[in-house]
């Protein structure tokens, strides 16, 4: 109900300035911060996870709002992507309310403050939360020197990480999603294991590597990736990011705008991508499942389809903190030790 009325003035804002204002207002709002407990918890990648709900990639670029965000009661916060140099991402406007149909279109462009200041508000994380940290690649990075960018990352946010996603799956950085294939993804991905394993030793501390990829992608794509990733033993799949369909939305007021589509509108797409996957990988990955989440029944829906973990952002954008309490009271029963 709160929420609600909030949500009311928040969306008299345009977009990217009510983003700002409600993570803001996460931090000093108390009646935000209370610690929500519900859920199970689940192990998965071998992190013990309080519950398998999870806040998506996106909304805390900076990792400026770990500790608020955890208090509402998410599992684990995943922050980013991050981009070895900072930068400023498409010209504005670049994010869009689609709000008949809970939905959104953005093309943000990895807006960011880059490796240095991100690291630096890792250092300060409090809560001991699950934290995923999501990584990029610079827009002026050729994609033949991408390796090169996620390296760069996967080396300075290693200490601060429980787990790590290669993010190549965002549709607003030009021929990104071109990694998610062939040898593009072999030869990314072997040169993120064999660092991955250097920095097991330096460190003594296994961080899991997980690789986001698209729910665009046909059930032909899914088992040639599934194969790459089987071969590289990669700990956990993400499915999906932002959607360039545009079912349901044609329509509507900004419907045609460029960008990735998020929300209800992309729940079945995305599920029936897990679900090859699922099929493809046999159960060797665990899949956080995501994508048009708007409700309790929504996410076990993605668990029952053979997601470990499911993430939210356009659903939480929509509903706030109440979506969090439906999800957890809806998949108290579900989890298990995987
Ligand atoms: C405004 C916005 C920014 C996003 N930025 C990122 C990002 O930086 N990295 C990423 O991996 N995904 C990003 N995403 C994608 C989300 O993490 C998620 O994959 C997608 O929105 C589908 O989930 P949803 O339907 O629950 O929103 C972004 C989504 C939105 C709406």
């Not at 208090?71 to 869009?96: C, D, S, Y």
């Not at 992608?217 to 369909?245: M, W």
Request: negative net charge.
């Amino acid at each position: 109900m709160c929420y609600k009325v909030l949500r009311k003035c928040l969306f008299m804002l345009p977009p990217e300035v009510a983003h700002t204002v409600a993570l803001k207002a996460l931090k000093i709002i108390p009646l935000f911060s209370k610690k929500q407990t519900a859920g199970m918890p689940v192990e998965v990648m071998g992190i013990s996870f309080p519950n398998c709900l999870g806040l998506a990639a996106g909304l805390d670029k900076n990792a400026e709002y770990v500790d608020a965000l955890s208090a509402l009661g998410f599992g684990f916060v995943e922050v980013g992507t991050v981009t070895p140099k900072p930068q400023n991402g498409n010209p504005k406007p670049r994010l869009f309310r689609l709000p008949e149909k809970n939905a959104i279109i953005n093309r943000m462009g990895f807006n960011g403050c880059g490796l240095d200041v991100f690291i630096d508000n890792l250092k300060k994380i409090q809560s001991d939360v699950i934290v995923g940290v999501n990584i990029g690649k610079n827009l002026t990075t050729p994609i033949e020197k991408a390796l090169d960018d996620y390296l760069t990352c996967l080396v300075r946010v290693y200490p601060y990480a429980h787990y790590i996603t290669v993010n190549l799956s965002s549709p607003n950085t030009p021929g990104l999603r071109e990694l998610q294939h062939g040898h593009y993804l072999d030869n990314l991905l072997q040169g993120l294991k064999a660092k991955q394993a250097e920095l097991d030793l330096e460190y003594n501390q296994y961080v899991p590597l997980v690789v986001k990829v698209s729910p665009d992608l046909t059930e032909k794509e899914v088992s040639e990736i599934a194969e790459i990733l089987l071969e590289n033993k990669i700990d956990g799949l993400i499915v999906g990011n932002t959607s360039l369909s545009r079912v349901g939305v044609t329509e509507l007021a900004y419907g045609a705008e460029a960008g990735g589509l998020s929300g209800q509108p992309i729940l079945p797409q995305a599920t029936q991508v897990q679900s090859y996957f699922v099929n493809a990988l046999g159960g060797a990955i665990p899949i956080i499942g995501l994508g048009g989440i708007m409700s309790g029944e929504d996410a076990q829906a993605k668990l029952e389809a053979g997601a470990k973990l499911v993430q939210v952002y356009t659903g939480f954008v929509y509903q706030g903190p109440e979506l969090i309490a439906d999800i957890l009271a809806g998949t108290a029963q579900h989890n298990t030790v995987q």
